[in-house]
């Protein structure tokens, strides 16, 4: 019987604390899911995306229009030569959020709160999230004008 009176007292006291630290874990999720930003981009200042778009423009000015290098890197890049008037760091509310949620849908891995640099270069959008580094680079994916169709990923 005294056992009994024990156990019953320890599952309760067990009981207790269990739903104590839940509504704690609940409550710091709530708080913490308050302080993560929604998806969009990073700072348009950040020298890491005007590095990238800098660097576009650099290849799309070339001097040749056969330019081999220039060729093969926007090639990999998924991006077509255009006009260096139309590479742009892309700065919209709206648009940010798009290429954020196609760069976690394209990579598998959700993030509502994912932050990213994107440039467009015509028609395409080049998008990197700084800190997903599955390898020692950043991957940088290309979209197209819709954020429906991956056109290709890279190393940035």
Known sequence: MNSTKHLLSFLCVAFSIATFAAW?????????AE????????DSSDSLVIDLKDHLVTLVETSSATDFFSDTVLSVYGVARVAS??????????????A???YSAAIGISDPSRQVHAVKAGIRYLVID??????????????DSSFIQTITAFTY
């Open 100 to 102: 954020a949620d196609a």
């Open 24 to 32: 704690g874990a609940s409550s710091a999720n709530a708080a913490r």
């Open 85 to 98: 008037s139309q590479i742009a760091i892309v700065t919209d509310t709206t648009t940010c959020r798009r």
């Open 35 to 42: 302080a993560l930003p929604d998806a969009g981009c990073l």
């Open 130 to 143: 700084p800190l997903y580094k599955p390898v020692p680079y950043m991957t940088g994916i290309t979209f």
